[in-house]
């Protein structure tokens, strides 16, 4: 059935597209198969060719089948982006095992759940994060604890003395070039990276398909913990193919890796897609302007997914005009809007449009993108290939006109299984709508004449910092183990740079009442990653309360929003 966005559909491009029937480790197999010597990984200078990536692979994913994994077990990846992050992930992909990504700013507290939850009793990480780590390993019983910790340092990967424009950022120096002591793993080992790569174990033989589970990456919602969702091959596989042919990444393409690939976006549009092609991934370990402007220049990237707030940084370095982006063909991304003024500048000095798209980590990143004939600014696109979203009443589930405001679902191949060990939640994100199966997004919007959808707020409660999804529940969750703290409601607060930021509205115990501001943020500090710290703690008497006895957030967020 048509739908209006169709007349607007790329005409290069078919609507629908039918996807390898194989796992997500045989994308990297061929890529190595056909360009061999070709440069897929590139960190300050070093450069790992696609016949080394997939040799290092297999040779963790061997050692991964000597200390246990096997068929379907989940193993925690905790890192920045670095080259052994996407070495890990394939070796795990190649060990018939499923990939947890963990955000590398989460502390012990926050690790506890991504350990037990998904029953992982091996982990990869860095050496700045393998303390962190162990001592969430060791708070946990004897029974849930990890076995073992894959330790790597980031001058596993580059030269410790390069210079010149690959060089890290000077503030990055302390932290990139110091090796850290494995960790006490507490009933069991930590173990060197190096002495994983060389214990010699022939991998196993790779038998997982299309529809085994891949990865399962954790999203938090409105109540209590992140709930994994869980990704087959053949949604990331959909999601990596369909990227590739949209944004016209070929094997010549230069990818500047800089988004997060413990993100979803980083993982399946960014690196999956990359590799697919067998393009060159350029590995920055976190955002830094002038590293990014002289790598862009120096490499001749392509390609650069991001987030707004990275753009607008980068143009407002000092060094800007001397960056040369004129190799950029693709520059877009999501996560929060790109204002129209910085839009405009990057068209009328480069001619670049940029991408805005829209996904969450059920979808797999992209359900809707730009049509780089027909963009639409401050839009979330139209619905990607093989996909079909509408918008909803969310309480009858009545489909709604274009122009009036309701929630956004999507069906698609793209779209997750459901929630790990919560068939509860599973049930509740899903409806039936004109005979298929349709995953309420929880975002509300509206659609176009043309079929264009637009952002116009959020059925669930979330916070939006610098693109980070914060989940005020989560946060409040945390902030109660806080001895001071008797009540916590966490809301939004408006951010010139950020977006939003986080603020805690704080009732204090009595026995506590001396604690100041500052001394809750810095303890959110030691507990939570840093973007979910608040940045603003406002304490009160009392929270307001419904008759039921529940916190009316709403009602603070409403007053902090006519405040500002």
């Known amino acids: 059935m048509d739908r209006p966005h169709h007349k607007f559909w790329p005409q290069r491009l078919p609507r629908a597209i039918t996807v390898p029937a194989t796992s997500l480790w045989h994308n990297l197999a061929t890529s190595a198969a056909r360009y061999p010597t070709k440069a897929a990984l590139v960190f300050f200078g070093r450069t790992i060719s696609y016949r080394e990536l997939v040799d290092q692979a297999e040779r963790l994913a061997g050692t991964l089948q000597a200390l246990g994994v096997q068929r379907g077990d989940r193993v925690v990846l905790d890192m920045q982006n670095c080259p052994q992050l996407v070495i890990a992930h394939f070796a795990i992909l190649r060990a018939n095992a499923v990939v947890v990504p963990v955000n590398p700013m989460n502390r012990a507290e926050e690790l506890k759940h991504y350990i037990v939850d998904p029953d992982a009793k091996v982990a990869f990480t860095t050496g700045d994060l393998a303390a962190e780590l162990a001592k969430a390993s060791n708070a946990l019983e004897p029974a849930q604890r990890l076995a073992h910790l894959i330790v790597t340092q980031f001058t596993d990967a580059f030269d410790a003395d390069v210079s010149g424009d690959e060089a890290p950022a000077p503030a990055w120096r302390d932290w990139l070039l110091a090796r850290h002591p494995l960790p006490a793993l507490d009933g069991g080992e930590a173990m060197h990276w190096q002495d994983a790569l060389d214990a010699g174990h022939v991998p196993p033989p790779h038998t997982v398909g299309a529809d085994d589970m891949a990865l399962l990456p954790y999203t938090s919602g409105t109540t209590g ?318 929270l307001p309360k419904s008759g039921a006895g529940k916190v009316m957030w709403r009602l603070l967020q409403e007053k902090e929003e006519s405040a500002a």
């Open 225 to 542: 913990l992140p709930k994994g969702c869980v990704h087959h091959h053949s949604s990331l596989m959909h999601n990596a193919v369909a990227s590739q042919l949209w944004g016209s990444v070929s094997h010549e393409a230069v990818v500047l890796a800089v988004v997060p690939m413990f993100h979803i976006t980083g993982v399946v549009s960014m690196m999956h897609t990359a590799i697919y092609a067998g393009a060159t991934l350029v590995v920055m370990p976190r955002w830094d302007r002038e590293v990014a402007g002289r790598l862009i220049s120096l490499r001749k990237v392509t390609s650069w997914t991001n987030i707004p707030t990275m753009v607008i940084d980068l143009m407002g370095s000092p060094n800007f005009a001397s960056f040369d982006l004129s190799s950029l063909m693709y520059i877009g991304g999501g996560g929060a809007a790109m204002p129209q003024a910085v839009a405009q500048r990057l068209f009328e000095q480069y001619g670049l449009r940029y991408q805005e798209g829209y996904g969450l980590t059920e979808t797999a990143a992209p359900s809707h993108a730009q049509p780089f004939e027909n963009p639409k600014q401050q839009c979330l696109g139209i619905p990607f290939m093989s996909s079909d979203s509408r918008v909803v009443d969310p309480d009858t589930l009545r489909e709604l006109p274009p122009g009036e405001s309701g929630e956004i679902i999507t069906c698609g191949p793209e779209v997750f299984q459901g929630y790990w060990k919560r068939p509860d939640a599973t049930a509740a994100a899903f409806v039936d709508f004109e005979g298929k199966r349709y995953f309420r997004t929880g975002d509300m919007g509206r659609v176009d004449e043309d079929g264009y959808f637009f952002m116009t707020d959020r059925l669930k409660r979330m916070i939006n910092a610098s693109g980070f999804k914060v989940w005020p529940a989560e946060v409040e969750l945390l902030m109660f183990k806080n001895p001071a703290i008797q009540e916590a409601c966490v809301i939004a607060t408006k951010d010139a740079y950020r977006g939003e930021s986080v603020k805690a509205i704080v009732v204090l115990r009595p026995t506590h009442r001396d604690t100041t501001e500052q001394q809750i943020i810095d303890w959110c500090r030691e507990n939570m990653a840093v973007y979910k710290t608040p940045r603003q703690v406002q304490f009160v008497d009392a």
